[in-house]
């Protein structure tokens, strides 16, 4: 991930608090994740804090300030011991947790008001909302859950596709940071936010001069909604080639060769949160200039300047794929990407737009590479249309597997935790294959603590050939797998395999992808 650089005076005042840490030996707070999720404002210190606007006292009796040498913290002992409470730590933190801190502490005089209602400018939210996104940005977040329920708000990130609680909220401020994203911050943004109905919207920030993009959704849950932020862009990454990506050099060369043919179809599937659309946005690269390039997507993720990006509004009947995918056909185009088959009609125009000349990208969710033909003839395509030389050329379907740390690994049979397992994976993988492989270790500074080096695509590629064609055209997948299989193809397994080989991922992170390695579940015929 690109580094995030922060504004000469936030550095300063960076340098300040390290200074005090340093000298009482505890550390710079800097986020919610610092701080335990449950130890909360106290309310009796509240509205005296709130007057300060550089203290909190949590109610463990931790005393947090972005001026922690100024005479307010000797001020705030003192009041503590008045009213027979002995005080805590004194940490140094920053003074956008300082502001976040006491926005969210609280909310028993409001509690009466109706849901909704705030006291606060939605300016103040605006700002939160600027700071959690950053703080996200940071950590090398890729989602962000807000779940608001009656009598809280949970805050949670998806880092390397696991889920971290990250902090607790009021109910009320949930609301207001939804409400505000919604209301003042998309750039299709709904009249109003409801919470009683999915919604969903894309959003641009910019925070420190960097421009981030954010797609929004949210849903009704009973006693709130959960809103989920995806950050698209931060303005700073570039096109990760597939190689970097993690593609084997045979995998890529048969996606070249496929972004080389005049006409077909090329077909990226996963689940969601797999990378498809980055993939896609490394294949975009590909696309020669001589060449026109339409992008149709919902929304416009990721910036590529060779291509013309359409946006797509599913609200609206007249902007959905299908229908500006009918549009570009009239564009005069060599390359047609369009984002996602949704329906029966988005998939008619993949295949019209095949078979009249033009090479068409898209995506698609589905757990193989083989079942994207189960999926076509599900949403209403011919067997006998898909078997069509001139339609299917390259099928891709990929998964993410998390990455050990180089920093902290350990070699896997110095593991206590996975020990009881060596045996089972030692009848399948082999001896030599688990005396090169590594675990994840505890966690140090530079994964930080998570053990995770970030995250590494899992593959399979097919290159559509006659033999392949007479299997789709008997959507005879089971079959069309075992010739593959003949012919030296890698599926998902063999991929894992080989990087558990290479000590670049955990077993354990191998097997939530791929499916249990172990002799019972690859024997042809199951003992019972």
């Known amino acids: 991930m690109a580094e995030v650089t922060l504004p000469p005076n936030e550095e300063k005042e960076l340098a300040l608090l390290e200074q005090y840490a340093a000298a009482t030996k505890t550390k710079v707070l800097t986020s919610s994740y610092d701080l335990d999720s449950k130890d909360k404002v106290m309310d009796e210190m509240l509205a005296w804090c709130k007057e300060q606007a550089n203290i909190v006292v949590l109610k463990s009796a931790a005393i947090i300030s972005s001026e922690p040498t100024s005479r307010t913290v000797q001020n705030c002992k003192s009041l503590l011991l008045s009213k027979g409470i002995h005080p805590g730590q004194v940490y140094a933190a920053t003074s956008a947790l300082v502001s976040l801190l006491l926005a969210s502490g609280g909310e028993e005089e409001s509690a009466k008001k109706q849901k909704g209602e705030t006291t606060i400018s939605f300016s103040d939210q605006q700002r939160h909302l600027r700071d959690?996104?950053?703080?996200?940005?940071?950590?090398?977040?890729?989602?962000?859950?807000?779940?608001?329920?009656?009598?809280?708000?949970?805050?949670?990130?998806?880092?390397?596709?696991?889920?971290?609680?990250?902090?607790?909220?009021?109910?009320?401020?949930?609301?207001?940071?939804?409400?505000?994203?919604?209301?003042?911050?998309?750039?299709?943004?709904?009249?109003?936010?409801?919470?009683?109905?999915?919604?969903?919207?894309?959003?641009?920030?910019?925070?420190?001069?960097?421009?981030?993009?954010?797609?929004?959704?949210?849903?009704?849950?009973?006693?709130?909604?959960?809103?989920?932020?995806?950050?698209?862009?931060?303005?700073?990454?570039?096109?990760?080639?597939?190689?970097?990506?993690?593609?084997?050099?045979?995998?890529?060369?048969?996606?070249?060769?496929?972004?080389?043919?005049p006409f077909g179809a090329i077909i990226v599937a996963g689940p969601t949160g797999s990378g498809k659309t980055t993939t896609l946005a490394s294949c975009m690269?590909?696309?020669?200039?001589?060449?026109?390039?339409?992008?149709?997507?919902?929304?416009?993720?990721?910036?590529?300047?060779?291509?013309?990006?359409?946006?797509?509004?599913?609200?609206?009947?007249?902007?959905?794929?299908?229908?500006?995918?009918?549009?570009?056909?009239?564009?005069?185009?060599?390359?047609i990407i369009l984002g996602e088959m949704r329906d029966e009609d988005t998939a008619h125009v993949m295949v019209r737009a095949s078979i009249t000349g033009h090479l068409v990208l898209t995506t698609l969710h589905t757990n193989r590479a083989t079942a994207i033909v189960t999926r076509l003839v599900d949403m209403g395509i011919s067997p006998v249309l898909l078997s069509d030389s001139s339609v299917l050329r390259c099928l891709m379907c990929q998964r993410l597997i998390a990455k050990v740390c180089p920093q902290c690994a350990i070699p896997l049979r110095n593991s206590p935790k996975h020990q009881p397992y060596l045996a089972d994976w030692e009848a399948v993988l082999g001896t030599e294959v688990l005396d090169k492989a590594k675990a994840r270790g505890?966690?140090?500074?530079?994964?930080?603590?998570?053990?995770?080096?970030?995250?590494?695509?899992?593959?399979?590629?097919?290159?559509?050939?006659?033999?392949?064609?007479?299997?789709?055209?008997?959507?005879?997948?089971?079959?069309?797998?075992?010739?593959?299989?003949?012919?030296?193809?890698?599926?998902?397994?063999?991929?894992?395999?080989?990087?558990?080989?290479?000590?670049?991922?955990?077993?354990?992170?191998?097997?939530?992808?791929?499916?249990?390695?172990?002799?019972?579940?690859?024997?042809?015929?199951?003992?019972?």
């Not at 084997?248 to 043919?261: C, G, H, N, S, Y």
């Not at 300047?305 to 229908?323: H, L, M, Y």
Request: hydrophobic fraction near 40%.
């Open 285 to 335: 690269e590909m696309v020669e200039s001589a060449q026109k390039l339409y992008s149709i997507e919902d929304p416009v993720e990721k910036v590529v300047e060779a291509a013309t990006q359409v946006p797509v509004n599913t609200e609206k009947e007249d902007r959905s794929f299908a229908s500006m995918g009918r549009a570009a056909l009239r564009m005069d185009p060599d390359v």
């Open 132 to 261: 959690l996104v950053y703080e996200a940005v940071l950590q090398s977040v890729s989602d962000i859950h807000i779940q608001v329920r009656q009598t809280y708000t949970k805050i949670r990130m998806r880092q390397h596709g696991e889920l971290r609680v990250y902090a607790e909220w009021s109910e009320k401020l949930g609301r207001e940071i939804a409400s505000v994203a919604f209301n003042k911050e998309t750039d299709h943004a709904t009249s109003h936010f409801n919470p009683l109905i999915p919604q969903d919207a894309s959003m641009p920030l910019k925070i420190h001069g960097k421009d981030i993009r954010l797609r929004l959704a949210s849903v009704p849950a009973h006693g709130g909604f959960d809103m989920v932020m995806r950050i698209l862009a931060t303005g700073e990454e570039r096109t990760q080639t597939l190689d970097q990506l993690g593609y084997t050099q045979q995998q890529i060369d048969i996606i070249k060769m496929a972004m080389k043919l």
């Open 442 to 528: 505890n966690g140090c500074a530079k994964c930080n603590r998570s053990g995770v080096g970030g995250r590494i695509v899992v593959a399979e590629v097919i290159w559509v050939d006659e033999e392949g064609r007479q299997f789709i055209q008997k959507c005879d997948t089971l079959n069309w797998e075992k010739y593959l299989k003949e012919n030296g193809w890698m599926d998902f397994r063999d991929r894992a395999i080989d990087l558990i080989q290479q000590g670049i991922c955990d077993p354990f992170d191998a097997e939530k992808v791929v499916g249990p390695i172990n002799p019972l579940t690859q024997a042809r015929i199951f003992k019972y």
